[in-house]
C-alpha cells in the first residue's frame, strides 16, 4: 500500500493568514492526489482534484501543487469558514489512502 | 438536496454482518460517468478507504477488508449496497457513501455519514 503523510498533523493560524499544508506519498503517485477538507458532523467536501485542479464551487484562494511524490495545499488568505481538518488521498493505485489529516484551529 | 443518502442499523452485534445502503437521487447509478464507494472513518482516527464499485460493475476492495466485505448495485432501486461480515469493534465508524468521478478518482459527492457502531 502506498502510506501518505502529512505534515503539520495541526496548526492553529489567524483569520487571512496563509496557510500551507504538505501531503508525502511512499512512492511516487504522479499526479494522483486529491485533498478534501472535513468538519466535525459533515461529509467531507473535495477541494482540489488531480494535484492542482480546483473542483468546481471551492473559493479560488484554495490551491494546491506538486507531482511524484511531494503535494501542498495552500489556502493563500485562511478565512473563518476554513478551520477544518484537511486530508489528502492518493489514487495512483488500490487501495486509495488517504493521510492522517491536519487540523487546523483558529490561534 | 443531498444526492448520497445512508441507510441501515446502526447497532451490530460483533460476528454479524453490517448492512448499509446508499441511495442515489442525483442521478442514474448505471452512469458511465461515475463510479460508487465506501468510506469509512472510526472515532477519533482517518478515512479509510473500504471499496469501490465501478460503473461496468467491477469491485475493487481494501485487502485490508477483502476477506469480509461485498459491494453490490441494485440499478432498479438506484442504490449501491455495502456488506461487511464478522464484525468487531474495530469496525465501530463512521460509513460514508461516496460517488467517484473522473481521471483522479476524485470523491466529489459524499453521503452525509452514519455512525454503526459494534456492541459485544
Known amino acids: 500500500d502506498i502510506q501518505m503523510t502529512q505534515s503539520p498533523s495541526s496548526l492553529s493560524a489567524s483569520v487571512r493568514d496563509r496557510v500551507t499544508i504538505t501531503c508525502r506519498a511512499s512512492?511516487?503517485?504522479?499526479?494522483?492526489l486529491n485533498w478534501y477538507q472535513h468538519k466535525p458532523g459533515k461529509a467531507p467536501k473535495l477541494l482540489i482534484y488531480g494535484a492542482s485542479s480546483l473542483q468546481s464551487g471551492v473559493p479560488s484562494r484554495f490551491s494546491g501543487s506538486g507531482s511524484g511524490t511531494d503535494f501542498i495545499l495552500t489556502i493563500s488568505s485562511l478565512q473563518p469558514d476554513d478551520f477544518a481538518t484537511y486530508y489528502c488521498?492518493?489514487?495512483?493505485?488500490?487501495?486509495?489512502?488517504f493521510g492522517p489529516g491536519t487540523k487546523v484551529d483558529i490561534k | 438536496q443531498l444526492p448520497l443518502q445512508e441507510s441501515g442499523p446502526r447497532l451490530v452485534k460483533a460476528s454479524e454482518t453490517l448492512s448499509l445502503t446508499c441511495t442515489v437521487s442525483?442521478?442514474?447509478?448505471?452512469?458511465?460517468?461515475?463510479?460508487w464507494g465506501w468510506i469509512r472513518q472510526p472515532p477519533g482516527k482517518g478515512l479509510e478507504w473500504i471499496g469501490t464499485l465501478s460503473y461496468s460493475g467491477s469491485t475493487f476492495y481494501n485487502p485490508s477488508l477483502k476477506s469480509r466485505v461485498t459491494i453490490s448495485v441494485d440499478t432498479s432501486k438506484n442504490q449501491f449496497s455495502l456488506k461487511l461480515n464478522s464484525v468487531t469493534a474495530a469496525d465501530t465508524a463512521v460509513y460514508y457513501c461516496a460517488r467517484i468521478f473522473g481521471d483522479s478518482y476524485q470523491v466529489d459527492f459524499w453521503g452525509q455519514g452514519t455512525l454503526v457502531t459494534v456492541s459485544s
Open positions: 442525483g442521478g442514474s447509478i448505471s452512469s458511465s460517468s461515475h463510479s
Open positions: 512512492q511516487t503517485i504522479v499526479n494522483y
Open positions: 488521498q492518493q489514487t495512483y493505485s488500490t487501495p486509495f489512502t
